[in-house]
């Protein structure tokens, strides 16, 4: 069965929504179906200004290529996070990292919740709970082309291929993966999205 889907990447200033700030966002809503069918609809990108005096640390511009200055002149966070609010719409919210995503999204100002949502980290556990699950290496494992990986757009498109593969491995063999978030010892769950569902995996084996 087909359905429409937004693929969503958030790139950050650092890993905690209390105190970090989002730098970019990127969307792409698609179509969906079987045997990895893909039918793409429309994009979103933007960057995300600054507050006053915060600058992107020189870690997090060696990891995206994001700078300071390129994000002068850039919307306001709350208007950049309205506008993809719309784009998002009622579609189903797909992300390599749901948690980490949704958790820069979880604002008092904006009215942004995901009713459904997949997250293809935790699908790939699901599937594969031996293997590293992170996007590069599992892109790698389906044969599919990741270029630039840490600029938004270009992991919403590896990310959005990776999700028609993994969801027709998931439907096949029956196993659940909408609003399903995975907590494991080698990567604890530190933000858990309203109306998720917490699955815990443990490694049998040592991944190669």
């Known amino acids: 069965m087909n359905e429409i889907v937004t693929v969503i990447d958030i790139e950050t200033t650092g890993l905690n929504p209390l105190t970090d700030h989002i730098t970019e966002i990127a969307a792409i809503r698609a179509e969906v179906g079987p045997g990895g069918y893909i ?5 979103f990108q933007t960057y995300v200004a600054l507050p006053d005096g915060v600058e992107v640390p020189k870690f997090i511009t060696k990891l995206t290529g994001i700078k300071t200055e390129d994000l002068r002149g850039a919307p306001h966070p709350v208007s950049a996070l309205i506008s993809f609010d719309w784009f998002v719409g009622s579609s189903t919210v797909v992300a390599q990292n749901a948690p980490f995503d949704l958790s820069f999204l979880d604002r008092p100002e904006i009215d942004f919740e995901a009713e459904s949502f ?3 980290r ?3 556990r699901l599937i594969d709970p031996n293997e590293n699950a992170s996007l590069a290496p599992t892109c790698e494992r389906y044969g599919i ?24 491995k998931a439907e096949v063999n029956g196993i659940t993966y909408r609003n399903v978030v995975v907590d494991s010892a080698e990567r604890p769950l ?3 999205p309203p ?6 995996i443990t490694k049998t ?4």
């Open 190 to 192: 530190t933000y858990t």
């Open 118 to 120: 997949a997250c293809t």
């Open 195 to 200: 109306g998720a569902i917490v699955r815990t």
């Open 122 to 124: 935790a699908m790939s």
């Open 145 to 168: 082309t990741l270029n630039g990986h840490h600029r938004a757009m270009n992991d919403v498109e590896a990310t959005l291929q990776l999700y028609a593969v993994l969801r027709e």
């Open 39 to 43: 039918r793409e609809i429309g994009r």
């Open 205 to 208: 084996k040592e991944a190669v």
